[in-house]
């Protein structure tokens, strides 16, 4: 499961068995843990974070969006 950024307290990675599904980046922190869609990005699933993070994590995805991209198509061969 690689890691691609960190951002404070919180980790986007991705699965290695996510290539069969669209674009996306998990994101976790503690316990709590959301998947987004990443283009467009789009909150896809959310366990545990509230409404201020998952508007930060947005964010942080939003302004970092071809970094994780690129990341995705270098591990998957897109």
């Known amino acids: 499961m690689p890691t691609v950024l960190r951002v404070g307290p919180y980790r986007l990675f991705f ?25 467009p990005i789009r909150l896809q699933v959310s366990e545990g974070f509230n409404r201020i993070e998952i508007s930060n994590i947005y964010k942080i995805i939003n302004e970092n969006q071809l970094r994780l991209l690129e990341a995705w198509n270098e591990h998957f061969g897109s």
């Open 15 to 39: 699965y290695s068995g996510d290539g069969d599904e669209p674009v996306h980046i998990h994101v976790d922190r503690d316990d709590n843990i959301a998947k987004f869609w990443l283009d």
